[in-house]
């Protein structure tokens, strides 16, 4: 297997307008920048990271009991703690395609055969798949975000309670990455009680801005919890994600009036003038679109040659694409004035 290696270089450092991540556009919240200098200032570099009750506050936000909850250093960590929780060599993981780059790297780390039915053509999972694989020797994982990255395909908690009603009789746990969950309010949170075989992941970085910081977490029943925390170290996560954490948590209204212009008014306008150029995309229920549109290459390199940044990713079918994140309206506006003076152009 292939090392993950995200086109990061030199993008930070340059004045570019970053839609390539699906990061949010703005700073975080004032209220974290001033808890990160009064940490600096504290002159407490030196100790080792002391989480107080800051998992019954994230627990609190998310609507679950405190003991449902283990903070973890990005998502990916929690990711890679689900798959090294439940596979071995040799097992089987269903991954619908395309999925996120770290589903697939956490499983095959472990070992295991990825199994990857693919998203249909109508944008839809591929349900009917999911619980035929579900019959094969040596499953023992499935993994799927929701909303889908990168196509933005939402899935309906009534047919994720098929997969994990299914899952929980053939004793196959179930990874639902809800890593967009505050732009799409898609949750599966209130079947953690009746599944002991879900683990939700979820993250700080999109909506809240706290992608540097590297914080995510998983929802489980406790036992499960109490089982992955055998997996990670007592200190993976540091005093300057916890300080952001809980600086963020106090002022949800920052993040929520971001998440509101981008998904009011962004992305509608965007998906106006896609539709007015007759470009096709994916409904998607995410901070972003997937673009299946000729020449993507040259899309990217003359975005690229503007300032923007966008990234190159799969259809379904398996055909280059293009993924754009969405941002403030300004945003939005450069991003349209640009590319329609592109197809103008090739």
């Known amino acids: 297997m292939g090392h993950y290696k995200p086109p990061l270089e030199g993008r930070a450092a340059k004045d570019y307008l970053l839609l390539d991540f699906n990061e949010r556009t703005t700073s975080a919240s004032p209220k974290v920048k001033e808890a990160l200098k009064k940490f600096i200032d504290s002159d407490r570099l030196q100790v080792y990271p002391e ?51 770290m589903h697939y790297q956490a499983a095959r780390i472990q070992g295991a055969e990825v199994l990857e039915p693919p998203y249909q053509k109508e944008g839809k999972l591929p349900l009917d798949e999911i619980l035929k694989l579900m019959d094969k020797k040596g499953v023992e994982l499935i993994i799927f975000s929701n909303p889908n990255n990168p196509t933005g395909i939402a899935t309906p908690i009534s047919d994720v309670e098929k997969i994990l009603e299914k899952a929980k009789e053939k004793e196959i746990a179930v990874l639902h990455d809800e890593a967009y969950f505050e732009f799409s309010k898609i949750t599966a949170k209130d079947l953690i009680k009746k599944y002991e075989n879900l683990y939700i992941i979820r993250t700080f970085a999109k909506a809240f801005g706290l992608v540097a910081a590297r914080v995510g977490y998983v929802i489980s029943q406790k036992n499960n919890i109490q089982e992955l925390l055998k997996i990670r170290g007592p200190y993976d996560v540091n005093t300057f994600a916890k300080t952001a954490i809980i600086s963020a948590l106090k002022d949800t209204k920052y993040m929520e009036n971001y998440v509101k212009e981008v998904m009011e008014k962004s992305k509608p306008k965007l998906e106006k003038f896609l539709k007015e150029k007759k470009l096709v995309f994916l409904p998607s229920a995410g901070n972003f679109l997937l673009l299946k549109i000729e020449n993507p290459e040259k899309i990217i390199y003359n975005l690229k040659k503007r300032g923007i940044l966008v990234r190159p990713k799969e259809w379904p079918d398996r055909r280059k694409a293009v993924r754009a994140s969405i941002g403030t309206l300004k945003d939005t506006e450069r991003f349209i004035r640009a590319f329609k003076k592109i197809l103008t152009e090739i």
């Open 51 to 101: 989480y107080g009750n800051l998992e019954a506050r994230i627990a609190k936000y998310a609507g679950v009991k405190a003991g449902e909850v283990m903070v973890t250093n990005g998502g990916d960590q929690g990711i890679d703690i689900v798959c090294r929780a439940h596979l071995n060599g040799g097992d089987r993981v269903i991954i619908p395609f395309p999925e996120f780059a």
